[in-house]
C-alpha cells in the first residue's frame, strides 16, 4: 500500500479506492440484473405455457341414433387421432345400397352397346344428306320437271292421237283457226289449229306452268330434306350420348344414398368437434398470458434492484469518501517524504549511506 500512496497520493488513493467500490458495486448489479432477466423469461415462458393449455383444443365424443364419435389423445391430452362409426343399422342400408350401386355401374357399362346401333346410323344420315345438298335446288327442280314430264308423255301421245282420229273420222282433219298476228315486241302470234287441238296444246301450257310452280317448291323441299339429315344425324349421335350419360344415373343415385347415410353417420364426429371449439377459451387464455407477462416483468424490475450494488455504488460518487480516504492517508505521506528526506544523510546511524531503517522503509 506504501507503492500505491506514494505514487498517487492521498487524493489519487481515495479515487482509486472510489472506482473500485463503483466496479464492484456495478459487477454486483449486474448480475442481479442477469438473475432477474432469466427468472422473467422462465415467469413467462411459465405463463405461455399455461395459456396455451387453457387454448387446447379438447373435442367431445358424442353418440346420436346414427353413429358415435371417437377421438383418441397422447399421454399429455393432445388430440392424435379422430373417426367415426355409423349405427349398425345404418351401416346395414349403407351395404345394400353398395351392393345396388354395383348394379347401376353395370347398366352404365352396357350401355354404349345398346346405342350402338344410333351411332351407327347417324353417318349414314350424314352420307345421304351429302347427296341430297350436292345439287343445287335449280337442278334439283330441272330433274323434277324432266321426270314429270317422262310420266305425262305417254298419256300426251295417246290423248294426241284419240283427237286426231275424230278429225280424221269427221273430215274436219285440214280445219285450222284462230291464227294471229305478230305481237307489238316482234313476237310470232298463235298458229292457226282446230278447236279440239287448241284445247288441246291450251292444256298442255296450263299443264307446263303448273309442274314448273311443283318443280321450283320440289327443289327447295330437297334441299331442306338434306339438311334435315343432318339435323337427324346429329340427335341420333346427341340421343346416344345422353343414353349413356343418363346411364349412369342409377348408379349416382344409389352412390349419393350411400353418401348421405354417411353423412348421417358424421353428424357425431362433426357435433364433437365443434362443442370442443366452442369450448377451448382462447379469450381466458389471453388473459392468463397478459396477466403472466405483466406479473414476470414487475418481477424483473424488482428482482434486479441490489441494495448492496447501489449502496457501493453511491459510496463510490460520494465526494466526503474520497476527502477521508486522502486525510486517513496523509500521515503516511508525510512520513514516507520524512524518510526521503533525511535518508541520505543517515541521521539515525542505521545501515550504509542512504540506506533508511528497515523497519520504517518495509512499513512505508
Do not use: C, H
Not at 145 to 170: K, S, V
Not at 191 to 206: D, T
Not at 276 to 293: E, H, I, N, R
Amino acid at each position: 500500500m506504501g507503492g500505491l500512496v506514494s505514487a498517487f497520493g492521498g487524493a489519487g488513493a481515495g479515487s482509486i479506492i472510489g472506482g473500485g467500490l463503483g466496479l464492484l458495486g456495478g459487477v454486483l448489479g449486474g448480475r442481479s440484473a442477469a438473475s432477474a432477466g432469466r427468472a422473467s423469461a422462465d415467469a413467462q415462458l411459465q405463463a405461455a405455457q399455461i395459456a396455451a393449455e387453457e387454448a387446447r383444443f379438447r373435442p367431445v365424443g358424442i353418440t346420436t341414433r346414427f353413429g358415435q364419435s371417437a377421438f383418441q389423445t397422447d399421454d399429455q391430452g393432445r388430440v392424435i387421432g379422430a373417426g367415426y362409426e355409423l349405427s349398425p343399422e345404418l351401416r346395414a342400408y349403407q351395404d345394400r345400397l353398395m351392393g345396388l350401386t354395383g348394379m347401376g355401374l353395370t347398366q352404365a357399362e352396357a350401355a354404349p352397346g345398346l346405342y350402338q346401333p344410333l351411332m351407327a346410323a347417324a353417318p349414314g344420315l350424314f352420307g345421304l344428306a351429302q347427296g341430297y345438298l350436292a345439287e343445287t335446288p335449280q337442278q334439283a327442280a330441272q330433274q323434277y320437271m324432266a321426270r314429270q314430264q317422262e310420266l305425262l308423255a305417254p298419256g300426251r301421245e295417246r290423248q294426241l292421237a284419240q283427237i286426231q282420229n275424230r278429225l280424221f273420222q269427221t273430215g274436219r282433219e285440214g280445219l285450222a283457226v284462230g291464227a294471229t298476228g305478230a305481237r307489238p315486241s316482234g313476237a310470232a302470234g298463235l298458229g292457226a289449229a282446230s278447236p279440239e287441238m287448241e284445247a288441246y296444246y291450251n292444256a298442255l301450257a296450263q299443264q307446263e306452268a303448273e309442274l314448273a310452280a311443283r318443280a321450283q317448291q320440289a327443289g327447295m323441299e330437297q334441299t331442306r330434306f338434306g339438311a334435315g339429315l343432318f339435323g337427324t344425324g346429329a340427335e341420333l349421335l346427341r340421343g346416344a350420348y345422353q343414353g349413356q350419360i343418363g346411364a349412369l344415373a342409377p348408379f349416382e343415385a344409389y352412390l349419393g344414398q350411400a353418401q348421405t347415410l354417411e353423412g348421417l353417420g358424421q353428424q357425431p364426429l362433426t357435433l364433437g368437434i365443434n362443442i370442443g371449439a366452442q369450448g377451448k377459451s382462447t379469450g381466458a387464455a389471453d388473459a392468463l398470458l397478459t396477466g403472466g407477462v405483466s406479473a414476470a416483468k414487475t418481477l424483473q424490475a424488482a428482482n434486479s434492484f441490489n441494495p448492496f450494488a447501489t449502496a457501493l455504488a453511491m459510496a463510490s460518487r460520494n465526494p466526503m469518501l474520497e476527502r477521508g480516504v486522502s486525510a486517513a492517508f496523509q500521515p503516511y505521506i508525510g512520513a514516507q517524504q520524512a524518510i526521503r528526506q533525511y535518508g541520505a544523510e543517515n541521521v539515525y546511524g542505521y545501515g550504509g549511506e542512504g540506506m533508511a531503517p528497515a523497519a520504517l522503509t518495509s512499513f512505508y
